[in-house]
């Protein structure tokens, strides 16, 4: 999917330890078995994330017939009437749940303790078994708690294969990597999407999300694929260890995590509402038929797959800075498009507005691990995550709000996305630029 990196790094899948040069100021990086983006390794985390996305955002796809199945719909002009319970409902649920991934901060930091490989398959497996009985649910506000339980295993899971993957790959290839998790956690998220669209009549909200059996039951396959990388072998090899999750607030750390923690809660309070709405706004306000939405996702996830490869290009030969700046405009922007009241320009805005996200993904997902060293590194991917949580449910919260005052969905996403934006922009301007340089060379 992407190209291979220069002849030089041809030999990066050996499995013979690499060692890089000294970096900027003559600092040296450890010998290092360093793997391409495309390793057996790397993909098998990749797949991983795949699993998580599945599971993750079945809650989202199916919201409308979730609406439509506890609720009661009737006809009217209110949202209640029309998706079978009320926008503020619909908003604290989703925000419940979004909040429950509050859980993952101390989940994906116990991977700085214990290692990358056991906390990936373990919360994997711990999160599609909760989703999966999620569909047991006897009423609306028991599928939110079930699903919120396994909501924060799947969020670290998703966390800690980012880390994993950029931590097995050199500067050449961790936008790649980085790129190949987003593309594996899409792809599962939008097959959701996709197998609610076709087969709504068929499976209802409670057979989609038994669907989540599957890919638990092929999780085992992936273990011996799935490896510890070197940078945290090295790491924990040593004496001292920081305190997981609290250790990656020491003073060192503390000014870059409160930026990147200020940079997530901006990015989610778009992306939350923005991909939580849209298709109980598509089903239940616009009464977009099932296969035209299927169509909608697989064009978006088409857009997303190109979105990555730009976007890794543009991380490693541009900066990180740049195109995570290119890709939240572009979120803010189209994300206020979809919302705008007509079939044309919620198609646009949404597969333009994945395009932007996945532009987004490789050069956040770089820039966040690289601006951390190891020791706390899968720590502070839980911060982002918990950040990115808080950000998420008060844009649920407050879209759901404004939206139900008149049904002014678009109203909600201008007054919520676009300053957001602007703030993710101007918050890039406190971080330093981290494209070819490894994080040794910036934590030596």
């Known amino acids: 999917m992407w190209p291979h990196c220069c002849a030089s790094h041809e030999q990066m899948s050996d499995p013979t330890p690499q060692v890089s040069s000294s970096g900027d100021g003559g600092v040296p990086v450890p010998a290092l078995r360093l793997l391409r983006w495309d390793d057996p390794a790397v993909v098998a985390v990749a797949l991983v994330a795949l699993a998580s996305g599945f599971g993750q ?16 719909v009737r006809h009217g002009a209110t949202i209640a009437d029309q998706a079978g319970l009320s926008g ?19 989940i994906a930091g116990l991977a700085d303790r214990f290692g990358r490989r056991a906390l990936l398959l373990g919360s994997a497996a711990g999160g599609l078994a909760l989703t999966a009985g999620a569909s047991l649910s006897p009423s609306y506000w028991w599928f939110i708690a079930i699903f919120a339980f396994g909501r924060p295993l799947l969020s670290a899971t998703n966390a800690v294969a980012e880390v994993s993957a950029a931590e ?15 593309a594996g956690y899409g792809v599962g998220a939008g097959l959701t999407a996709v197998l609610h669209g076709l087969f709504l009549g068929v499976l209802g909200f409670r057979g989609l999300f038994a669907l989540a059996l599957i890919p638990l039951v092929l999780l085992p396959a992936l273990r011996r694929r799935v490896t ?9 090899a040593k004496t001292d260890h920081p305190l997981p999750v609290l250790g990656a607030v020491g003073p060192e750390f503390r000014r870059r ?10 990015v989610s309070l778009i992306t939350g509402p923005a991909t939580s709405f849209v298709f109980l706004y598509a089903q239940n306000i616009l009464r977009v038929p099932g296969y035209t939405t299927a169509a909608m996702v697989v064009g978006a996830g088409l857009a997303g797959l190109g979105g990555l490869v730009l976007g890794q290009w543009l991380a490693d030969h541009r900066g990180r800075r740049p195109t995570v700046t290119i890709g939240i405009v572009g979120i803010g922007c189209f994300g206020f498009l979809s919302y705008t009241g007509s079939t044309a320009a919620l198609l646009c805005g949404y597969i333009f507005g ?20 190891t020791s ?4 502070v991917s839980g911060w982002w995550v918990a950040a990115g949580v808080i950000g998420a449910a008060a844009g649920l919260i407050a879209f759901g709000a404004i939206a139900d005052v008149g049904n002014e969905f678009g109203l909600a996403a201008l007054i919520i996305f676009l300053p957001a934006s602007a703030a993710v922009a101007l918050l890039l301007c406190l971080v330093p630029e981290t494209r070819g340089r490894e994080p040794e060379q910036l934590w030596p």
């Open 57 to 72: 955002f079945g809650a989202v796809a199916a919201l409308g017939d979730v609406a439509k199945g506890f609720g009661q």
């Open 88 to 106: 503020t409902a619909l908003g604290i649920g989703l925000a419940i749940i979004r909040l429950a991934s509050l859980g993952a901060l101390p």
């Open 168 to 182: 097995q790959t050199g500067t050449d290839n961790r936008a790649k990597a980085v790129a190949l998790i987003a």
């Open 228 to 236: 510890e990388p070197d940078r945290f072998e090295i790491e924990a």
């Open 257 to 266: 995590l409160a930026i990147m923690a200020a940079m997530a809660f901006s």
């Open 354 to 373: 994945v395009l932007a996200g996945s532009v987004l993904a490789p050069g956040i997902g770089s820039l966040l691990n690289e601006l951390f060293p």
């Open 376 to 379: 706390v590194r899968s720590s």
